[in-house]
């Protein structure tokens, strides 16, 4: 048994049609970011995020802007591998106030109180993130960093539909090179556009009241080619689409089968073992060293993350007929549960 290819996307495309519900002609894949996600009604339904997370040579950061509907999510996170010093600060702003955003993958975006400020600015072919947090676990944080969006590469660009009435659009792009710095304090981690590398997850849509995700991630220099991995499942199975894709240099090959997830829901340091679900195509385990663990459980809103990063072996099959060989590559493998 094996699964349809997914429609291709080839025209820009509306996510929503004129009552906010999912535009049937959205429904694929792109490997360009073709679709506008003009999402509109469902009150209290909408979820938009664009999440960042850079591998630095000693460090790992990330920066998050999203909008919940009923409140605004902003968080920052950083981890030193060596040390596993780990901190996160997030804020919440209820209901909102004045944060709007974007309706296209590449657009700038910003948030600013006295407590944190993160501003992604899109100009030619650059996001230029900067942020700044006067109290970051007792230090002062600041990072500015340009992240190239090159012209030729492909990226992940899909629609998942549940339903006309949830749905979600998520764009996942890779292997975008990164340079500048962050400080922490007296210190500074500097980035290199040759080895260090960012990855963009947007999301736009309207989601169900309860959901449960996987996410596997990595964007990695690897024996000299640029490699990044985007693993999803759960959330996706049973649609006829799915989020999973290789990037080799720039060129995507896309994933039709749905990947199965195995770990130890007890244990989330245990090895994990993704694989395609009809094929050998994606054969791959993932050993952590480290486990984030974020909660929000308020009385209408639980959110649970475990989020390990570690290393990804294995083997994955290209469109090409190349078997791509992984060794010890980093990256981050997650399971979400949110009712929100």
């Not at 944190?116 to 942020?131: A, G, K, R």
């Not at 244990?267 to 993704?274: A, E, L, P």
Request: net charge positive.
């Amino acid at each position: 048994m094996k699964q349809h290819a997914e429609k291709e996307i080839l025209q820009p495309t509306l996510l929503c049609d004129k009552k906010g519900n999912l535009n049937p002609a959205a429904i694929g894949f792109a490997r360009k970011p073709l679709i506008n996600s003009n999402l509109s009604g469902h009150i209290m339904r909408k979820k938009k995020w664009n999440y960042w997370c850079v591998y630095g040579d000693e460090i790992l950061f990330s920066a998050t802007i999203s909008h919940l509907d009923y409140a605004a999510v902003c968080f920052v996170y950083f981890l030193e591998y060596e040390t596993q010093r780990y901190f996160e600060k997030t804020i919440t702003i209820p209901l909102g106030g004045k944060l709007k955003m974007p309706s296209q993958v590449l657009e700038s975006v910003s948030f600013k109180n006295s407590e944190m400020m993160i501003d992604q600015l899109f100009i030619q072919n650059e996001t230029h993130l900067s942020v700044s947090i006067p109290n970051f676990d007792g230090d002062v944080l600041r990072a500015k960093l340009i992240i190239q969006h090159p012209p030729t590469d492909e990226t992940l660009n899909v629609v998942i539909p549940w339903n006309r009435k949830t749905f979600q659009f998520t764009g996942k792009h890779h292997i975008l090179p990164t340079s500048g710095f962050v400080t922490i304090g007296t210190r500074r981690f500097n980035f290199s556009a040759e080895e260090n590398f960012a990855v963009l997850d947007y999301g736009r849509g309207i989601w169900p009241r309860e959901a449960l995700w996987n996410w596997g991630m990595a964007s990695q220099r690897v024996r000299g080619r640029r490699i990044g991995l985007n693993l999803g499942g759960k959330w996706t199975d049973g649609t006829g689409m799915t989020e999973n894709a290789i990037f080799v240099d720039g060129k995507m090959t896309k994933i039709h089968e749905d990947l199965l997830f195995q770990y130890d829901s007890e244990d989330y340091m245990q090895r994990w073992k993704v694989k395609t679900k009809f094929s050998n195509q994606v054969s791959l385990t993932f050993s952590p060293f480290f486990e984030r663990v974020a909660q929000t459980n308020a009385k209408l809103v639980k959110s649970e993350v475990h989020q390990l990063f570690g290393y990804y072996d294995g083997s994955i099959l290209l469109d090409n007929g190349e078997t791509l060989v992984i060794q010890q590559m980093l990256g981050g493998i997650e399971e979400h549960r949110a009712k929100w």
